[in-house]
């Protein structure tokens, strides 16, 4: 019998472990191969992708069983903070998601720093103690834990983003993304110190841990019914602001753009649901606190909506392949949330991670053309792949039918979600989301076409990929066309926080989504591939797109130019006013020594005459002041 | 144990140290100068240490040692403020071996009557103890500001002694007719009879004291508009006389928490909300004009006040959490700001200039440097398992858990320091990435990683910015037990 609390341990701990090891190899005054780096890492990441695979079994085999620890971790104010685990369906599907993910980078990372040629070490570093915050963060116990280790992975991103640190672009990007980061954790802080504070007054209804996922249905609901509602909602916002900037949603979009600098097998991660969506995890865990303010989801709703359709305008506009990429990821990412502020919440969940596995796919095949080609990212310059890289194209062809939702894992939950608007009479929404989803095809078939079809147009002779690489294709198109179908029917049983039962399927929503992406599918083909139709140019728009709808401009107002201009005019008042009010007491002590100047004559009758002057003037001072005060008492 | 732990003994060894270095008792030998003071500094930290260790934190007072009318005395908040206050000191003194060149004896005899000084402030109990320290500690900082700062320093440090000694004077004036009304009373004259006294003293006066006293912790914490000295001063500090306007952050928080919020807590509770209004507006204004700054050590002394005024809102919310928080932060910011001061100095001293714009790409010629003040730029910043997220933690804690405010004024407190976390985090990222990435502005210079001594007291101040982050409990817990003591003022 397998000690599966000992193992969820040793899971969470071998990638700390590894950095440690990492770290102290860096150190000793003989220098390690470059693959000995590459191999204790994926030695590591395999044994925590094996030990996630037989909590995921565990968890399914037991159902309804959740695996709980907790360790007290330090004490503030009395209040004890817990370092715990808290494994239920959801955390173990992230877990096992994530340890994949790891897995898969690991591996395209020893290709892509041969090629690159520096910080070995250093990334592996990187990437080992990212995987231990994020599973720390996806396992957490409590919202304290998920706080703590949400910050963190915020430095660890930063510090990927800043990877190539002499070059000025990567430094400008690296200070943005780690700003806006800790600009949601800092809201995130505050709404966790307000409900920890909360916590503490309601000792009776509040188990161990502090603020712990397993009763923060208990929590909210004394919460609500004690709290001002305003008082309520306005920490629900704080939480949900926090969680969306997190999660790069409208309008802090280009966030996930500042990330475009980090070596492309991090930057995979970090579009992944698994750093991308720790925003939208959190919002999952505090669902049912949220559940009791309906305005907070209107806000996810809206957000969602808006970053969707922007994000994928923006990527079917974009010629840069990571931006490409970025773009769809954040937009899949506001689909799950809009479809969160339906209050679907298996939904939500299954959406995104069939979608995010499509991602991260296609995140990796964007990075092992770019391998391939020299570290060529514009499409413009690539073409004619399909002969030269064949299991590349076949993979991005199963990864972009499954974005739109056409078959494989996408196609489940897109039609679970528009089934479940139309069974709720929400229909409108429908055509909110169809235009997405045509576009959604529309750029990744763009992207298929200018690519994979046609001729090469670059300089670079391609390289063909190697085996490792490929091995890792396979092994993350496998969970891109089975996961979902896999999945489907146990969505409800085995996410849902209540007794659900799946709509009956409408005809006329699949064909409607089909149609969608069928016609995007047909627009590229006729634009990039036979040219039949020429593209269309509407400048106003085009003019919002290459400005990514001003989401650049809007956080460099906020977060730079804003406080530089208060800053000049507050410089200002400290200059002329402030420094007015101090000059006045410079010319008083002029004054002073004016009158002095001109009483003195130097000889010791008058200093005597100036000493006791100004005794006597002291004196009164104080005697009226003494018997003003005797007078008072 | 008891014989070993005498207060007085306490405030009077580095006077006694002082007047050894002073009256040239080494013979002017740089060398042993240097070292007697950096040891004795270390004693003197580690004595310092084991009056907190043993301290009883359920007594209100302790180690009390009288002579003549002189009394000493120590409270819990005292004690730990001496130890940090002599821990700062011998920092200075390790990083004044490559900073200090001449007149190394009165340099080192000035610092240690300042410590003195400041540990008379911090324990001084009766009336005319506390303002002849409080003077004395003017004087002294007078000198280590006009002798061992930068040329310029000569005007500044007069304004900053002028403005200091004019609150000073004001306040001797409101304690002149307090003291009168103990002696009327036949009350002792001592501070921690205030709150016994209090009904004897008619509320204008209480008034007056309490406005005095505020006027002096807020030219030293510093609070808008009285900003303008301290800042003069950060701006002419080098690396080792930091002591000074850390020792000014420190008196004046104590000041405010044990003479305005402990002794005079009926006039504390009316001003309350006026001190928070004013806290939440010194951190947005200075963190604003912090970051438009293209004089380095200017900028960072407007960090400094923004960054205290942290503990400012959260004392303004007279709770037990909120005092902690604001005791905790004072602690947490001392050591930061002190980290980020000694290695923004050594900086300059690399690339020759303090100017911003001039500066870039340090990280490649100073990687150790680079390494730590990028540890205590994240400590500054909140980051977890630094003392920094301790401290917010808990000001926030007590922003929310405030006795006098209403629901809206929580509201108020909770957003805008929320702005101050922000601002503060933006100007440290943007400072740090400025000196140690960007543009390549020190190609030309022969530029050698830290030296021994400079790495030393970095890795000592990082290490205990990671024990106070890592186990906050074991001060916490002291620092509710006092906190505890004081809000018991405002239930009376």
């Given amino acids: 019998m397998i000690d599966i609390l000992g193992l969820t341990y040793l899971m969470i701990f071998a990638p700390l472990i590894c950095a440690a090891i990492l770290l102290i190899l860096k150190f000793v005054p003989k220098k390690t191969p470059d693959y000995a780096n590459f191999i204790l890492s994926t030695v590591f990441s395999i044994f925590s992708f094996m030990a996630s695979c037989i909590l995921l079994i565990y968890v399914i085999t037991y159902q309804g069983y959740t695996l709980e620890d907790n360790y007290p971790f330090c004490v503030i104010q009395n209040i004890p903070l817990y370092f715990g685990i808290y494994t239920d369906n959801l955390a173990s599907l992230f877990v096992a998601l994530l340890s994949l993910l790891f897995f898969v980078a690991n591996i395209f990372s020893y290709k892509y720093l041969r090629q690159n040629r520096q910080g070995f070490a250093r990334f592996y570093i990187y990437l080992n103690l990212m995987q231990f915050f994020s599973f720390c963060f996806f396992i957490s116990s409590n919202l304290v834990q998920s706080l703590v280790f949400t910050m963190m992975s915020s430095l660890v991103c930063y510090l990927f983003a800043n990877f190539y640190f002499q070059n000025p672009q990567s430094q400008e990007y690296s200070k943005k993304a780690f700003i806006l980061d800790a600009t949601g954790d800092f809201m995130l802080l505050t709404a966790t110190v307000a409900l920890l504070f909360f916590s503490t007054l309601t000792p009776s209804i509040i188990n161990l841990p502090t603020l712990g996922f397993n009763n923060i249905n208990s929590l909210g609901l004394y919460s609500f019914a004690s709290l001002n509602p305003i008082v309520y909602s306005f920490i629900c916002l704080l939480l949900v602001l926090g969680a969306l900037t997190k999660s790069s949603q409208f309008p802090l979009t280009s966030k996930i753009t500042f990330y475009t600098q980090t070596p492309n097998p991090a930057f995979s991660l970090i579009i992944s649901p698994i750093l991308l969506g720790q925003g939208i995890f959190l919002l999952y865990r505090l669902y049912p606190l949220l559940n009791l303010t309906p305005v907070m989801f209107e806000v996810i709703k809206i957000i969602g909506i808006l970053s969707a359709i922007t994000c994928i305008i923006i990527a079917s506009k974009e010629n840069n392949l990571k931006y490409i990429c970025s773009n769809i990821a954040l937009s899949q990412a506001g689909i799950a949330l809009f479809i969160l502020g339906f209050r679907y919440y298996d939904t939500s969940v299954f959406y995104l991670l069939c979608s995010g596995m499509a991602i991260v796919l296609i995140s990796c095949l964007f990075s092992a053309i770019s391998y391939s080609t020299g570290l060529q990212e514009n499409i413009k310059f690539l073409g004619g792949l399909r002969e030269k890289l064949p299991l590349v194209t076949i993979a991005y062809i199963i990864g972009s039918l499954s974005l739109c939702g056409l078959i494989f894992s996408g196609f489940y939950p897109k039609t679970m979600f528009l089934n479940e608007l139309i069974t709720n009479n929400n229909s409108l929404y429908v055509i909110l989301i169809l235009p997405v989803i045509f576009l959604s095809a529309f750029s990744l078939f763009r992207v298929y076409f200018k690519t994979f079809e046609g001729h090469y147009r670059g300089n670079w002779e391609v390289q063909k990929t190697s085996k490792l690489i490929r091995f890792s294709i396979v092994l993350l198109a496998a969970p891109v066309i089975f996961f979902g179908f896999i999945f489907n029917r146990h969505v409800h049983t085995f996410l849902s926080f209540t007794e659900a039962k799946n709509p009956t399927p409408d005809f006329f929503v699949g064909v409607m989504a089909l149609v969608a992406s069928l016609l995007g599918y047909y627009l590229a083909y006729c634009i990039y591939f036979t040219k039949s139709i020429a593209p269309f140019r509407l400048r106003p728009i085009r003019r919002m797109v290459s400005k990514r709808f001003y989401s650049d401009i809007f956080i460099d107002f906020i977060f730079s130019s804003l406080p530089t201009v208060i800053s000049k005019i507050f410089y200002l008042i400290e200059k002329y006013i402030l420094g007015g009010f101090w000059l006045i007491s410079v010319f008083i002590e002029k004054l002073i020594a004016y009158i002095k100047e001109k009483t003195e004559t130097k000889n010791i009758n008058s200093q005597f005459f100036s000493v006791i002057f100004w005794i006597f003037i002291t004196a009164l001072i104080f005697t009226i002041l003494y018997f003003r005060a005797g007078v008072l008492k | ?492």
């Fill in chain 2, 1 to 492: 144990m008891d014989n070993f732990l005498n207060i007085f003994a306490f405030t009077m060894l580095p006077l006694v140290a002082g007047l050894i270095i002073f009256f040239n008792f080494f013979k002017n030998n740089t060398i042993i100068i240097r070292r007697f003071s950096k040891y004795f500094s270390i004693f003197y930290f580690i004595y310092s240490i084991l009056f907190v260790t043993n301290y009883n934190i359920n007594s209100e007072l302790q180690y009390i040692s009288q002579i003549k009318n002189f009394t000493l005395g120590s409270d819990l908040l005292s004690v730990i403020l001496c130890c940090l206050v002599s821990f700062v000191v011998l920092i200075c003194f390790i990083v004044a071996k490559s900073t200090l060149g001449r007149n190394q004896n009165r340099f080192y005899s000035f610092a240690l009557f300042f410590e003195s000084s400041v540990m008379l402030v911090l324990c001084a109990q009766d009336f005319l103890t506390f303002f002849a320290a409080l003077f004395f500690e003017i004087f002294c900082a007078y000198m280590l500001i006009s002798n061992f700062t930068t040329l310029k320093a000569k005007e500044s440090a007069k304004k900053y002694l002028c403005a200091n000694s004019f609150f000073a004077f004001m306040l001797l004036g409101a304690f002149a007719f307090i003291n009168t009304i103990f002696f009327k009373n036949s009350i002792p004259q001592e501070f921690i009879n205030l709150p016994e006294a209090s009904p004897y003293i008619s509320s204008n006066i209480q008034f007056l004291a309490f406005l005095g006293l505020l006027l002096v912790a807020a030219i030293k914490i510093p609070v808008f508009p009285l900003h303008r000295p301290l800042l003069n001063t950060i701006q002419n500090s080098v690396a080792h006389t930091s002591c000074v306007f850390l020792s000014e952050f420190i008196i004046g928080f104590y000041i405010l928490i044990k003479l305005n919020m402990y002794g005079l807590s009926e006039i504390f509770s009316l001003f309350a909300p006026w001190l928070g209004i004013i806290g939440i507006f010194n951190i947005i204004y200075f963190g604003i004009l912090a970051i438009g700054q293209e004089e380095l050590k200017k900028s960072f002394a407007y960090f400094c006040f923004s960054q205290s005024s942290i503990a400012l809102v959260a004392l303004a919310s007279t709770s037990i959490d909120g005092i902690c928080g604001a005791i905790y932060q004072i602690i947490s910011q001392t050591l930061i700001l002190l980290g980020l001061f000694l290695a923004f100095c050594f900086a300059i001293q690399y690339l020759k200039t303090s100017k911003l714009p001039f500066m870039g790409a340090l990280a490649t010629k100073t990687p150790k440097l680079a390494a730590l003040t990028f540890m205590l730029t994240l400590a500054g910043a909140g980051l977890p398992l630094t003392s920094g997220f301790v401290g917010k933690f808990l000001c926030i804690m007590g922003g929310f858990s405030t006795q006098i405010y209403s629901q809206d004024t929580l509201w108020f407190c909770t957003i805008f320091t929320l702005f101050g976390f922000i601002l503060g985090l933006i100007y440290l990222i943007k400072t740090f990435q400025n000196i140690f990435f960007g543009a390549d502005e020190c190609s030309g210079l022969k530029i050698h990683d830290l030296l021994r001594h400079r790495w030393t007291a970095l890795l000592t101040i990082t290490i205990f910015i990671v024990i106070l982050g890592i186990s906050p409990h074991y001060l916490g817990a002291m620092l509710s037990t006092y906190a505890d003591m004081i809000i018991s003022m405002f239930s009376i």
